[in-house]
T-cell receptor
Framework: DAKTTQPPSMDCAEGRAANLPCNHS???????VYWYRQIHSQGPQYIIH???NNETNEMASLIITEDRKSSTLILPHATLRDTAVYYC????????????FGAGTILRVKS | NAGVTQTPKFQVLKTGQSMTLQCAQD?????MSWYRQDPGMGLRLIHY???????DQGEVPNGYNVSRSTTEDFPLRLLSAAPSQTSVYFC?????????????FGDGTRLSIL
């Protein structure tokens, strides 16, 4: 019951911005969008989340469209260590606090 | 700055054996959960807890038990291990159940059932 759609893979040159898109056309009004990444089968690492406003933190920026049907995660200056699987997740309120993980996007940062 | 700690990191069991996967967090989080991750699939929720003394089933609870006697600890028990339970198990926690605070994950336990 994943509620998001992401491209299966993307490449990015080291030092350039990486823009990862996500579609969530069925998102409800009170559901947040979260981004996580997973490196080498480590535990998923939280990156950023938002409801309808654009958000920025020390790791990334999140741009959410006005209709909230899609969003873009921006890594401003990608490094080789940013190579990972990136998950765009809509949090649903069943099971207390369930995160619905899809297949994610494999981002390969190349030198 | 420990966050969510899972032990052991790796484990091999024989079919029918039982074991407990440990999860501890030092952030005073009320909400804790267990997920499993299988190749080609996203994480699936096994059990969760919204506070000490309160647990409930997630999407794939069969074959697993949990308890929450303290805020810090949320162990996952395999009652009689089966090969279908070979997976990577992740524990996660967040401040409260019905909030937008992000969940933080441990580094996982890689479990193989022979």
């Amino acid at each position: 019951d994943a509620k998001t759609t992401q491209p299966p893979s993307m490449d990015c040159a080291e030092g350039r911005a990486a823009n990862l898109p996500c579609n969530h056309s069925t998102i409800s009004g009170n559901e947040y969008v979260y981004w996580y990444r997973q490196i080498h089968s480590q535990g998923p690492q939280y990156i950023i989340h938002g409801l309808k406003n654009n958000e920025t933190n020390e790791m990334a920026s999140l741009i959410i469209t006005e209709d909230r049907k899609s969003s873009t995660l921006i890594l401003p200056h990608a490094t080789l260590r940013d190579t990972a699987v990136y998950y765009c997740i809509v949090r649903v309120w069943e099971y207390g606090n369930k995160l619905v993980f899809g297949a994610g996007t494999i981002l390969r940062v190349k030198s | 700055n420990a966050g969510v700690t899972q032990t052991p990191k790796f484990q091999v069991l024989k079919t029918g054996q039982s074991m407990t996967l440990q999860c501890a967090q030092d952030m005073n989080h009320e909400y804790m959960s267990w997920y499993r991750q299988d190749p080609g699939m996203g994480l699936r929720l096994i059990h969760y807890s919204v506070g000490a003394g309160i647990t409930d089933q997630g999407e794939v609870p069969n074959g697993y038990n949990v308890s929450r006697s303290t805020t810090e600890d949320f162990p996952l028990r395999l009652l009689s291990a089966a090969p279908s339970q070979t997976s990577v198990y992740f524990c996660a926690s967040s401040g409260t159940a019905n909030s937008n605070q992000p969940q933080h994950f441990g580094d996982g336990t890689r479990l193989s059932i022979l």
